[in-house]
């Protein structure tokens, strides 16, 4: 981290597309006794959403005293969309401001040249320290802390109200989704931090919570093998008692999985710009492409540069396609070289159809291999679906639009199956004729809705809350681990500060422990799974309860 020298007063905050995530405008003048944290970031950039989940423990331990403000500073056209990015707000859990700069003004201000850069400003509104990257997490504690030191002149309360900015969905930004080939799609329910097993009519089999923002899902015989992104950790769930193993940990942002020949997993680790292979009952990893530079240059597998890998497929003769999604661009690995197949560098980036001359993707996510050598792309931020076929790309004409669809498979009858993101849905395509239609989810397990009693206290206090499920004279089930899970969430998330959301618990009734966030109003959802048997018939028990909570 670079400290600045000297008494040098920091820019004013400017934005054309607004604020997010406040009730007003703010301004460095009415942050004056507060050190003021500028995080400048794009919801494109892995390394960007990494340095979001290191800044939670920072807002949690300093409270009212540091203020974070994200400067959303766009890479991409579609991060210039004003809606586009407080979607991501809402999709990444922000709770703190967000200023939308998508000319770039603040950014040219700071003289930032990077995402993620990092701006700390002394609670008298000077610029005493940048840095840009990961990992700043330590050192950004300790000049924060250095900051508030002996001052007893420090603002008092919160400096701005939260504006609500979305509401809970079935599904809440569905991130990827796979077929068994068969009957069963598996769904990685990011937004709601759980994985769901479904047929094909939506009916859920089962539903495994206590993920942190879950990405990659494959099916793998009688398992499932899921990406925990934020978690950094590739997790095999066994099909259907639900027991867990995680097969690799240390992960920089797992996004992708693909089962190989021989049984090794290869793993797109977006927030190391390379993939790489996992034996299929964990242990060592193993580099199968890139150097960890980000770029866009082909070659050897292992001296390739990539880009935030964040979708693979396999396809002809032990090859495997992926979406590197930073350069825009489909790629190959074939007989240990990477070649670009779309895409020429970080900063090229387009929607044109044509061959890989002047075909052009932007910020692809998601691929998948179709009969006679094709391959189906997600093109997120062209929102469109794009095929791969003898040297063209072309677009998909969908009866109906999608938003950012992140991750896609191949149902048995060649239909593709997508989970279409910020539409909150899972839908099939015919890539023939563009017909649309929606996989409605619908939950046919055995579940209690209650109206609980209302919560409220000051912010950053604690908060207990019980619950219990009515087992109808069934007992507990431990054979396949903890048989209790408890999922909280709030709406808005602002209303809780930092902290655990899910649990796995032995017994009934339920205690967790809370602690409240921003002021404001909303609702608490607790809810709690049992896994019970009663003779020879095991089923799944559960207790949804919502609560108004107020936080003052």
């Known amino acids: 981290m670079t400290t600045t020298l000297g008494r040098v007063r920091a820019p004013e905050l400017r934005g054309a597309g607004g604020w997010i995530n406040t009730d007003h405008p703010l301004t460095l003048r009415d942050l004056r006794g507060r050190v003021v944290l500028l995080d400048f970031w794009t919801f494109c950039c892995i390394n960007c959403l990494r340095v979001i989940e290191e800044l939670r423990p920072l807002e ?12 959303h500073s766009p890479k991409f056209p579609h991060e210039s969309d004003h809606a586009a990015v407080a979607r991501a707000v809402f999709r990444h859990r922000i709770a ?25 400003i002394d609670p008298d509104g000077h610029l005493v320290a940048m840095a840009s990257g990961e990992g700043n997490g330590p050192a950004l504690e300790g000049v924060v802390a250095q900051l508030l030191d002996g001052r007893s002149d420090l603002a008092v309360g919160p400096a701005f109200t939260p504006v609500p900015l979305g509401r809970k969905h079935t599904l809440a930004f569905p991130g990827k989704v796979a077929s068994d080939g068969e ?19 939506g009916s859920v089999r089962h539903e495994f919570g206590g993920f942190h ?35 690799a940990s240390g992960l920089r942002s797992p996004w992708d999985a693909l089962v190989l020949p021989g049984g090794r997993i290869a793993v797109a680790e977006a927030g190391s710009h390379r993939i790489v292979t996992v034996p299929g009952e964990g242990g060592p990893i193993e580099v199968l492409a ?53 895409g020429t560098g970080l900063f090229d980036w387009g929607s044109d159809d ?24 997600a093109d997120t931020f062209n929102s469109v679906l794009r095929i791969w076929e003898r040297g063209i790309l072309r677009t998909v004409p969908l009866r109906e639009p999608v938003d950012e669809p992140g991750g896609l498979d191949v149902l048995p009858d060649g239909r593709l199956v997508v989970a279409d993101t910020n539409d909150h849905r899972l839908i099939t395509v015919d890539v023939n004729t563009g017909a649309v239609a929606e996989i409605h989810i619908r939950d046919t397990r055995e579940t209690e809705q209650i109206l609980g009693s209302a ?38 998330p602002t209303l809780l500060a930092a902290g655990s959301r899910s649990w796995a618990l032995d017994a009934l009734p339920v205690a967790v422990e809370l602690r409240l966030g921003s002021p404001g109003s909303g609702v608490l959802t607790v809810d709690v799974i049992a896994s019970t048997c009663q003779g020879d018939v095991c089923t799944i028990r559960r207790s949804t309860r919502e609560h108004t909570l107020t936080v003052s």
Do not use: K, M
């Open 354 to 377: 044509g061959d890989r001359t002047g075909a052009r993707l932007q910020h692809p996510l998601g691929v998948a291999a179709l009969a006679g050598g094709a391959i189906a792309v």
């Open 183 to 201: 009957t069963r799609l598996a769904i990685s329910d990011t937004g709601n931090d759980r994985i769901l097993v479904c047929d094909l009519d």
């Open 455 to 492: 919560f409220s206290g000051p912010a950053g206090a604690r908060l207990a809350v019980t619950a219990d499920v009515d087992l109808g004279g069934a007992d507990l089930d431990p054979h396949q681990g903890p048989p209790v899970h408890v999922n909280v969430s709030a709406d808005p």
């Open 290 to 342: 890139g150097s960890r530079a980000e770029g866009l240059r082909d070659g050897p597998a292992r001296e390739a540069h990539l880009a935030q890998p964040s979708g693979l497929t396999a396809i002809a003769a032990g090859a495997i396609a992926f979406a590197d999604s930073e350069v825009s661009a489909l790629r190959v690995i074939r007989d240990g070289r990477v070649e670009t197949l779309v």
């Open 60 to 71: 949690e331990r300093f409270g009212d005293r540091l203020v974070v403000i994200g400067v």
């Open 213 to 247: 923002q879950p990405q990659g899902v494959r099916f793998d015989g009688e398992r499932l093998l899921v990406c925990d992104t934020v978690a950094g950790e590739l997790v095999a769930v066994s099909l259907p008692d639900g027991e867990r193993r995680v097969l």
């Open 96 to 120: 703190h401001p967000v200023l939308d700069d998508p000319e770039l003004e603040t950014w040219q201000q700071y003289g930032v040249r990077a995402w993620p850069t990092l701006v700390v």
